[in-house]
C-alpha cells in the first residue's frame, strides 16, 4: 500500500512547484483559491485581483501595508497562488495590467438578474462559459495532465467517481474511453464505488471528480484505491481540498462566479468536461493504434443500427 500524502506537496512537504500561472489566469486562481484562504490572504488576494496595476507598483512592504496584512502573509499568497516568490506575482501584476490596458483582458461580467430579458441571458451564459473555459485552461498544469494522460493510456482498469453534476462529467469521461477499447466504469453509487475500489491495485487508475473536492462520497472511494496502489487523480475547483490528500495528480478546475440564478454546478460542469475532454484526446493520441479503429468500429456499429432502423 502507499504511504497517504498531499497530491498537491512537494519534496519535504511544501507546496507542489510548477510553472506560475500566467498573467492571464491570476484572477482565475484568486476566485478558485480564495474561499479556503485565511481572511488576511484574502485581503491580499483580493486587492492584487481588482488593481493590478496599483500593486504591481508596490513592494512586498507596500502591499502588506495596504492590505493591513504583514510582509509573510503576502510572501505565503504568492506562494499560494503558484508563484515562486513576491517578486514574480509583481511581474505577473504587470503583465495582466498590461492585458487590461489594451483591451485584451475581459472585463467582469454582471449576473443574471430575473427580470433579464432572454437574449440577455444568453449573452452572459455565453460569456461565463467563455470565461470559464479560459480560466481553465490558463490554470491547468500540463505537466500533471501529462502524467494523468500516460497513466490512463496503460491503465487496465480505469474508475471514476463523481456525484451529482460531477457525476453527469463522470459518465461523459467512462464513455469516451469506453469508445476508445479502454476499460472504464461510473460510479455513482458510493457502496459499489468502495467495493470497486478495494479490486484496483498497481497498473489502474481511480479518477475523483469534485468541484468543493470535500464530497466524502468521492474521497472516500478514491482513499481505498490510493491505498490499494491505483493510480489516483482528483479533477477539482480546490487544489488544496481534502480529496487532493489521496490524489497522485491534481488538475483544477475554474468556475464562474456563482448566482441566485446560476448555481456552482452549472460552470463547475464547464471546466469539468474541458479537463474531461483533454485527458480523452491526449489518451487517443497516445494510443491511437489501437484507439482509432475502436472509433471507427463504433461509429459503423452506430450507423447500421440508424440504417437498419424501422423507419
Known amino acids: 500500500m502507499k504511504e497517504t500524502f498531499r497530491g498537491t506537496a512537494g519534496p519535504g512537504g511544501g507546496p507542489r512547484r510548477g510553472t506560475p500561472p500566467a498573467p492571464a489566469a491570476l484572477a482565475a486562481k484568486v ?19 481588482h488593481d493590478p496595476a496599483g500593486c504591481a507598483a508596490l513592494t512586498v512592504t507596500g502591499l502588506a501595508e495596504l492590505t493591513g496584512t504583514s510582509e509573510a502573509t503576502v510572501v505565503r499568497t504568492a506562494r499560494l497562488l503558484g508563484y515562486p516568490g513576491y517578486r514574480d506575482l509583481r511581474l505577473a501584476l504587470a503583465g495582466l495590467a498590461a492585458q487590461q490596458q489594451s483591451g485584451r483582458a475581459p472585463a467582469i461580467t454582471t449576473d443574471i438578474a430575473v427580470d433579464d430579458p432572454l437574449a440577455d441571458v444568453v449573452a452572459k451564459l455565453a460569456y ?37 453534476a460531477s457525476g453527469l462529467v463522470a459518465q461523459d469521461l467512462v464513455q469516451k474511453l469506453l469508445r476508445i477499447g479502454l476499460m472504464a466504469h461510473a460510479h455513482g453509487d458510493p457502496h459499489l464505488a468502495v467495493t470497486n475500489a478495494v479490486q484496483l491495485h498497481a497498473g489502474d487508475v481511480a479518477i475523483a471528480i469534485t468541484h468543493s473536492g470535500s464530497t466524502g462520497d468521492v474521497i472516500e472511494p478514491l482513499r481505498v484505491a490510493f491505498e490499494h496502489g491505483a493510480t489516483t487523480v482528483a479533477v477539482t475547483g480546490r487544489p488544496d481540498a481534502p480529496v487532493t490528500q489521496y490524489a497522485d495528480h491534481v488538475l483544477t478546475t475554474s468556475t464562474a ?55
Open 31 to 49: 476566485r478558485t483559491l480564495a474561499p479556503s484562504m485565511t481572511r488576511s490572504m484574502q485581503r491580499v488576494a483580493e486587492a492584487v485581483a
Open 257 to 311: 462566479r456563482e448566482s441566485e440564478l446560476r448555481p456552482a454546478a452549472m460552470s463547475s460542469r464547464t471546466s469539468q468536461l474541458l479537463v474531461v475532454d483533454c485527458l480523452f484526446v491526449g489518451v487517443a493520441q497516445r494510443t491511437y493504434e489501437t484507439a482509432a479503429p475502436a472509433l471507427a468500429a463504433s461509429y459503423e456499429a452506430l450507423a447500421h443500427r440508424h440504417r437498419s432502423a424501422p423507419r
Open 128 to 164: 461565463d462559459e467563455q470565461q470559464t473555459l479560459a480560466d481553465t485552461a490558463a490554470g491547468l498544469d500540463t505537466v500533471q495532465l501529462d502524467a494523468a494522460v500516460a497513466a490512463l493510456a496503460g491503465a487496465r482498469r480505469t474508475d471514476v467517481y463523481g456525484v451529482g
